[in-house]
């Protein structure tokens, strides 16, 4: 229960009469008022979308989403307010979509994003998998991107979400070229 400086922190009847008691809870209650207010507004301060944005850098930090140098303001918020949904999927085709289209924007039907996975789970008695195992992304964007800028974002997606012991490649067409 919050408390404010003119309400003092509430005591057991024991201390009733005793007016030091009365006197150190009015002054604790009045100390602690700023902090209690600070708490009660804690969940703006941790929401992606309406903390402040001298906190987001902050946010970013903690909630360990993938940002990189460049991203406006509201691309950095969806990368926070996703982050927990795609550390569960990193290293899938699904996590790599999914922040393909809520992060980088590329959408169908003007981007097509296409994941040939190679990957399953191999044991011991399965025959060991082939030498030119590789991870294929393609982009296929529309008329008028920049295909080096496309190809650089593809490749550094490419890499958070591509496990490590399996070969890629990120492959950029545009349409109608």
Do not use: N
Not at 53 to 77: H, K, Q, T
Not at 141 to 155: F, I, N, V
Not at 165 to 175: Q, R
């Amino acid at each position: 229960m919050p408390t404010s400086p003119t309400r003092p922190l509430p005591l057991p009847a024991v201390y009733g009469h005793d007016t030091v008691a009365q006197a150190f809870a009015a002054a604790i209650g009045e100390v602690m008022a700023p902090a209690e207010e600070r708490l009660d507004d804690l969940d703006a301060v941790l929401d992606p979308w309406r903390a402040p944005p001298a906190f987001l850098d902050w946010l970013i930090r903690i909630s360990g989403a993938r940002v990189e140098p460049g991203w406006d303001e509201i691309r950095r918020r969806r990368a926070v307010d996703l982050a927990a949904r795609l550390a569960a999927y990193r290293g899938t085709p699904y996590g790599l979509g999914l922040e393909a289209r809520e992060i980088l924007r590329w959408v169908p039907p003007d981007f097509t994003l296409v994941v040939d996975d190679p990957g399953r789970v191999f044991t011991d008695s399965d025959p060991a998998p082939g030498a030119g195992r590789m991870l294929t992304v393609t982009l296929t964007a529309p008329a008028g991107q920049d295909r080096r800028a496309l190809e650089s974002r593809l490749t550094r997606l490419v890499q958070v979400h591509c496990p490590a012991h399996l070969p890629f490649k990120a492959v950029v067409t545009i349409a109608g070229s």
